[in-house]
Every structure is written in C-alpha cells, then in structure tokens.
C-alpha cells in the first residue's frame, strides 16, 4: 500500500479537498489528507500525505509558508479577491515607494481579522456559509506573524507581486485588503501562487498529470517532513520493541530536543522528544 508524501503543484480551479480526491483515485488509497489549504483560485506546493504518513498531517501545518500574491489597488470586493463582487473602486495615487513603505508596516506580529469568506468557524458555523446568505458577523482579530514581505514588482499600474513569507492561519487576501485600506484606495487579491508549505519548496513539486502517469514512484519518504530534526538509530532489539510497544525508552547521555528514530533495519519508526535522557514518541510511523 503506498505511504509517503507528494508535493502536488495545485491547479487553479480546484479545492484541495479537489486534488485529494484526485490522488486518492489515483492511487487507489482512502487515507489522503493535504498539508494546508489553498483557495480554488490559488495554484502552487500544496502537500498530500497519503497512507500511514497521514499521521505526520498535524506536524505540517504549523510550518510557515511563503507566497507570491497580486495585489490590485483601487479595488475592493467582499472576498477581497477579484472572484468577489465589486464593493468599490478608487482612484490610485501611491506611488511605488509609497507601497514599498507601507508593506515595512505589516512586517512582524501583528493581529489580522479573518475575512467573511473563509473556512473559520464562529458558534459552530462557517463564516461562508453565513457570507453566502449575505451576513456578516463580528470576528475576533487572530495573532499572526509576516516574517518576510517585499515588492517583487510592479506589473501595471496600480498591480503589484508581492512575495510574503508567514505563519499559519495568515490570510494573504486579507493582507492584500488591508495594505489596501492603509494607502487609503482598497486593494483586493487578483493572483496568488504558494512557493512554499511544510518546509517544500516548488522544486519537489509535481502535477496531477505526473502522478497519474508514474504513481507512487512519486512519494517522497513521510521522515522528509522531518528533515529538520537529528537522526538517532536505536542500537538495540530490546530499544526498538519497547519503541514498537509505544513504551518510552532510557538512553541516558541523550541531548534533549526531537528525534528521528530509526530501527536496526533503517525503518523510520517514530518521532520522538527526548528529556533528561528519555525518549517519549510523539507520533508512530511503523506499519501494524
């Protein structure tokens, strides 16, 4: 049964839920989950975990992700993207210097408000489910942090790509709207490509249309999503069956900090924290 992660590269159009479909009619296995959304209109690295390597999902959303967006000033929309309906347009004065001032202004941590168009639930309800029926609640302002953003170029007047690197649950639509709103003509999303998710970049990225024709030849190993982390090989049969058993493990000496642990055979067994010489698995990888 295939096991491992693709870095599929997202087409437009599709929702990720889409492409997970996709791969799991592809590869004939029920268990795919992706490493963080991607808007239908957004293209680019969206990871697939596919069989065991599931279990790995909840490590990759954490990461921060980089983004190549279009930002379109003097316009504003209720999805604060160009698929929206129009709220209104704006003159355009600011001059490149101008953006480039302002974007140094949403660099750092900052609070953001998530947009009415968006999967963030209030009282138990998406907030586009109410969006669609042409509501809008008040939402309370989420702590993010834009790591990286800079003017990649201006590629009309009043359009510009920019390239922003920042932690999860930052909405780059809304940031879009905001540094809008800051230069006082509105701006709204018209283009949006992620260069970058749980530590892959677009170079490990492959299209559906690959996938089908070579499969699971495809999948990158799960233990590269924690290339990060050191190697520790268990030396022992006792140390891997107590590992196996889900029993945490002494080896004394053992700097603290997250392990990748490995059998006797090289099988990536586990990730694992070690703590004053004890190894505890966060989260199993091995077959049953």
């Known amino acids: 049964m295939p096991n491992g992660i693709v870095i599929i590269d997202k087409p437009a159009g599709w929702t990720s839920m889409d492409v997970c479909a ?12 992706h490493g963080g959304t ?3 209109m ?5 990871p697939v975990f596919v069989g065991r390597a599931t279990r790995a999902v909840e490590f990759s959303e954490n990461a921060p992700k980089e983004y190549v967006a279009g930002l379109r000033l003097g316009l ?12 209104s347009t704006h003159p355009v004065t600011a001059s490149r210097e101008e953006v480039e001032a302002v974007l140094r202004r949403f660099t750092g941590p900052q609070e953001q408000i998530p947009p009415m168009y968006s999967a963030v639930k209030i009282g138990g309800k998406r907030l586009y489910d109410l969006a669609r029926k042409g509501q809008e609640v008040e939402r309370r302002p989420r ?3 834009i790591f990286h ?7 009309d007047q009043g359009d510009y790509l920019l390239r922003c690197r920042c932690s999860k649950g930052t909405y780059i639509r809304t940031l879009c709207h905001d540094i809008g709103q800051a230069l006082g003509c509105g701006g709204a999303m018209y283009s949006l490509r992620r260069t970058m998710a749980a530590g892959f970049g677009e170079d490990r990225c492959v299209t559906l249309e690959d996938l089908a024709q070579e499969g699971e030849g495809l999948l990158l190993p799960t233990d590269s999503l924690f290339s990060a982390h050191p190697i520790l090989l268990l030396k022992s049969r006792q140390s891997e069956q107590r590992v196996r058993c889900g029993n945490p493990i002494t080896l004394p000496g053992t700097p603290d900090g997250t392990y ?14 070690a703590r004053g010489g004890t190894l505890t698995s966060l989260k199993n990888f091995f077959g049953g």
């Open 22 to 33: 996709k791969v799991r009619g592809l590869l004939k296995e029920r268990r795919v989950g």
């Open 38 to 40: 991607l808007d239908p």
């Open 42 to 46: 957004a293209t680019g690295v969206l």
């Open 76 to 87: 504003v929309t209720d999805t604060q993207d160009t698929t929206g309906r129009v709220l």
């Open 143 to 145: 702590p993010i942090t």
């Open 149 to 155: 953003l800079e003017l990649l170029e201006q590629a």
């Open 260 to 273: 990748r642990i490995y059998g006797q055979n090289r099988e990536f067994l586990c990730l694992s924290q």
